[in-house]
């Protein structure tokens, strides 16, 4: 049981972007359709995914187990940012369900939804987690322990000297 209730580390970030392109694709779709009751699912895979990493998420199955690997070699990243920003989406879905549904806040629950873009968007388009360098910042600045994640703490000065 302890198992279950674990996240991978290392995760591939080829199906962290696969499942980052679903969520935005579901974002999209419920923004364009009004079909608010796509937040249930879109918000259960993310509290999966917080709780089990891929296990009980069925778009973080499919994303590790059929797509990614499609997608050639494995390329691993550390993984508590990686559950720190799935945690981050779960917050913001869950707050989107509860305007949307019981509340009829859809307007509302379309500003919350919006966030999504840049998150997701970067994650998909260019790999770039918004949400793991909030970790990364929250660990620099004594938040977070750095025995969380030692990798962690200076992964955006390397991003950055890296690409520029």
Same mark, same amino acid.
């Given at each position: 049981?302890?198992e279950?209730f674990?996240f &991978?580390? #290392?995760?591939n970030?080829k199906a962290? *972007?696969?499942?980052? $392109?679903?969520v935005l ?8 359709t009004?079909?608010?009751w796509?937040?249930?699912p879109l918000?259960y $895979?993310?509290?999966? *995914?917080?709780m !089990? $990493?891929p !296990? ?12 990614? #690997?499609r +997608?050639?070699?494995?390329r &691993? ?5 990686k ?10 879905? !869950? ?9 009829? +806040? ?6 919350? +939804?919006v966030?999504?873009? &840049?998150?997701?968007g ?6 770039y987690?918004? $949400? ?7 660990i ?17 000065a390397?991003?950055?000297?890296t690409?520029g």
């Amino acid at each position: 049981m302890p198992e279950l209730f674990s996240f &991978p580390n #290392p995760v591939n970030e080829k199906a962290a *972007r696969v499942v980052a $392109g679903v969520v935005l694709v579901t974002v999209i779709l419920i923004l364009v359709t009004s079909w608010y009751w796509l937040l249930l699912p879109l918000a259960y $895979g993310f509290w999966a *995914r917080v709780m !089990t $990493g891929p !296990t009980l998420s069925p778009v973080g199955w499919l994303a590790q187990n059929v797509v990614a #690997p499609r +997608l050639g070699e494995k390329r &691993p990243v550390p993984g508590p940012p990686k559950r720190f920003a799935q945690a981050i989406g779960a917050v913001v879905s !869950t707050a989107a369900v509860v305007l949307a549904l019981p509340l009829g +806040l859809h307007t509302a629950a379309d500003v919350v +939804l919006v966030a999504f873009f &840049p998150a997701a968007g970067l994650e998909s388009l260019v790999g770039y987690c918004i $949400g793991c360098e909030a970790f990364g910042l929250l660990i620099r600045l004594g938040i977070v322990p750095r025995t969380v994640c030692e990798e962690c703490s200076d992964i955006s000065a390397r991003v950055r000297a890296t690409t520029g």
